[in-house]
């Protein structure tokens, strides 16, 4: 059975040797994590293995009974290794690298793929097709697409199709509109490497670059209220943000095991609320403080929780959680399992905005006793039989 990167369950594969002449086992990595495709030559035995997070290449020596770290990638998992008589080759990155058995380093391998590129030539392309992202102008005017590395903005009724960037050769996308109408944002490898870019929506002016030194992917960017911040996610588990005006970045928050993919604005730009993956325990919600600079977390972490979002007021803060735990059984087999697991919830975000599903219990109205000119409580009056 397949299991996802990172599994630390019962069901993560282990590395074994069994012994024709002895009939035994033995458990050759004994590790909480994923060791898979063991290739053995000689005395040792390789394997990939993803104990420190990011899958890698590691070898046991027999003759030692030790284990050694053989490749030291952190960005992009080690995949397909397969095992030669001097060598092994692998793919990373979308690379090939061959690890030589000998002196154990890795290089990667140049590819040169020699044709008449016929599908960089020039032409007319119906891109209407290739649409990746889509959104509607704050004032509802003009809408705007993403297509085949270009940004476009289309009118509502009147008016022509715009080509914001049109950058031949250069691919642009998770574009993004301010706000305020003013700005378009969009992620673009005109540098070589993802940074995070602004221009005027009508197509008028120049694009400006408002990050620098780009190190990996970047995730989707998302306007603050005021149009003045970029939030974002990248590759290496980093949440941060970028000032428009100082292109000052600033670190939300980082994460241990997996990268961050739900991640929202307050509606005054105060706070932002995010889903991390963590290490030890579910997908928390945390709440993060411009003003302080510093995080809160919203659940326990006994429950996968994620997709934050804010009322629109900013009294609440709702998020998905997998908390519902009511079981089945299956008609054959008395193993139980769990199905719709997921629900809305909600936390208020102040200590005077009450819930809208606080208790509520219906009491009894007691009737006052009457009191006389002078103020003294009358007794009931009794009437005869």
């Given at each position: 059975m397949f299991c996802p990167l990172n599994y630390r369950g019962g069901q993560a594969d282990d590395v074994w040797i069994y012994d024709f002449e002895t009939k035994k086992i033995e458990n050759i990595t004994n590790n909480p994590a994923q060791d898979i495709i063991p290739m053995w030559s000689g005395n040792k035995i390789y394997f990939a293995s993803d104990r420190d997070h990011t899958m890698n290449l590691f070898v046991y020596d027999l003759d030692t009974k030790q284990t050694r770290k053989l490749t030291n990638f952190t960005e992009f998992d080690v995949k397909f290794p397969s095992l030669g008589d001097k060598a092994i080759v692998f793919e990373n990155g979308g690379y090939i690298y061959r690890l030589d058995l000998a002196t154990e380093k890795a290089e990667k391998v140049p590819i040169q793929i020699l044709e008449d590129f016929d599908i960089g030539r020039g032409g007319w392309r119906e891109v209407s097709k290739e649409v990746t992202n889509f959104e509607i102008a704050p004032d509802g005017s003009r809408a705007l697409f993403g297509a085949r590395g270009d940004v476009f903005t289309v009118p509502a009724k009147s008016g022509p199709t715009r080509n914001i960037t049109a950058t031949s050769g250069v691919h642009e996308r998770n574009s993004k509109w301010s706000p305020d109408g003013k700005w378009i944002?969009?992620?673009?490898?005109?540098?070589?490497e993802?940074?995070?870019f602004i221009e005027p929506q009508d197509g008028s002016g120049t694009a400006q670059r408002l990050t620098q030194n780009a190190d990996t992917y970047k995730y989707q960017p998302y306007w603050s209220p005021d149009s003045k911040k970029l939030l974002w996610a990248d590759k290496k588990l980093r949440l941060q943000y970028v000032e428009v005006e100082t292109k000052k970045v600033t670190l939300v928050a980082q994460a241990k095991v997996w990268e961050y993919s739900d991640y929202t604005w307050s509606p005054d730009g105060k706070w932002i609320a995010y889903a991390q993956p963590e290490e030890h325990q579910m997908t928390t919600v945390y709440l993060y403080s411009i003003e302080t600079g510093k995080?809160?977390?919203?659940?326990?972490?006994?429950?996968?929780?994620y997709q934050p979002a804010f009322s629109s007021d900013g009294k609440y803060l709702f998020f998905v959680s997998e908390r519902n735990f009511n079981p089945i059984y299956g008609s054959t087999e008395w193993n139980h399992i769990y199905t719709d697991m997921a629900g809305i919830y909600l936390v208020t975000l102040a200590k005077d905005v009450k819930s809208p599903f606080a208790p509520k219990s219906d009491e009894v109205k007691v009737k006052e006793e009457k009191a006389d000119s002078k103020g003294e409580k009358k007794e009931p009056e009794k009437k005869g039989k």
């Open positions: 944002a969009y992620i673009s490898d005109a540098t070589g993802d940074e995070i995080s809160y977390p919203v659940t326990d972490g006994w429950s996968d929780s």
